[in-house]
């Protein structure tokens, strides 16, 4: 499975930024898609995902009403619509594909830089 992050950039408090994941590979409809995301100095963040079984969104709870999951299927592409974005949103963001398989399989994509101005 492949996956190719894009929508980054620089905006400011409060505005909205869209990510893009574009998913590819065998089986891929089989994994759910998620989002994580890494700030400077601190770990790895899940910010929610897409399950492949019951196509149920979740969401962190930083997130939590301010960022939507939405799901493209003849583009094969998942989207993060970021709304509301504070500073401390501020991270690389990496879409994630994950299947259980007895045990968990995960790939990533290369992660796409977002930065929130005050």
């Known amino acids: 499975v492949q996956l190719q992050a894009s929508g980054g950039g620089l905006v400011q408090a409060g505005g909205s930024l869209r990510l893009s994941c574009v998913v590819s590979?065998?089986?891929?409809?089989?994994?759910?898609i998620g989002w994580f995301r890494q700030a400077p100095g601190k770990e790895r963040e899940w910010v929610g995902c897409f399950s492949a079984y019951d196509s149920v969104k979740y969401y962190g709870r930083s997130v939590s009403g301010r960022f939507t999951i939405s799901r493209d299927v003849a583009k094969n592409t998942v989207h993060l619509q970021m709304n509301s974005l504070k500073p401390d949103d501020t991270a690389v963001y990496f879409c994630?594909?994950?299947?259980?398989?007895?045990?968990?399989?995960?790939?990533w994509g290369q992660g796409t830089l977002v930065t929130v101005s005050s």
């Open positions: 994630n594909a994950r299947r259980w398989l007895g045990y968990w399989v995960d790939y």
């Open positions: 590979g065998p089986s891929f409809e089989k994994y759910a």
